[in-house]
Nanobody, 124 residues
Framework: QVQLVESGGGLVQAGGSLRLSCAAS????????MGWFRQAPGKVREFVTA????????YYADSVKGRFTISRENAKNTVYLQMNSLKPEDTAVYYC?????????????????WGQGTQVTVSS
């Protein structure tokens, strides 16, 4: 059974930082591309960032470029999202997803597995 478990969310002031983790089990983690998406209240889930299976390629939404960094440790079956210079508009539930074929990094439908999400709230 595949499980993705996010952690590290919380309440932070604008300008602060958080580091999210997503621990995977039940799959060969090193063969999956991984992505982070977020969903704010009343909005659709949107792409944030993604990383290839090897970690050699990363992709970012324009809204987080320069502030967020995705990384992974295949030995620990974990992907991370370092979020700096947080803004109130970053407030959302953050989800990690795993994609085997790596056909489209930004498309929700292309991801095979999802975690339950972790809440990030940025106060002004």
């Amino acid at each position: 059974q595949v499980q993705l478990v996010e952690s590290g969310g919380g309440l932070v002031q604008a300008g602060g930082s958080l580091r999210l983790s997503c621990a995977a089990s039940g799959l060969t983690f090193s063969t999956y591309g991984m992505g982070w998406f977020r969903q704010a209240p009343g909005k659709v889930r949107e792409f944030v960032t993604a990383i290839s299976w090897s970690g050699g390629s990363t992709y970012y939404a324009d809204s987080v470029k320069g502030r967020f960094t995705i990384s992974r440790e295949n030995a620990k079956n974990t992907v991370y999202l370092q979020m700096n210079s947080l803004k109130p508009e970053d407030t959302a539930v953050y989800y990690c997803g795993a994609q085997r074929l790596w056909s489209s990094r930004c498309r929700i439908a292309e991801y095979d597995y999802w975690g339950q999400g972790t809440q990030v709230t940025v106060s002004s």
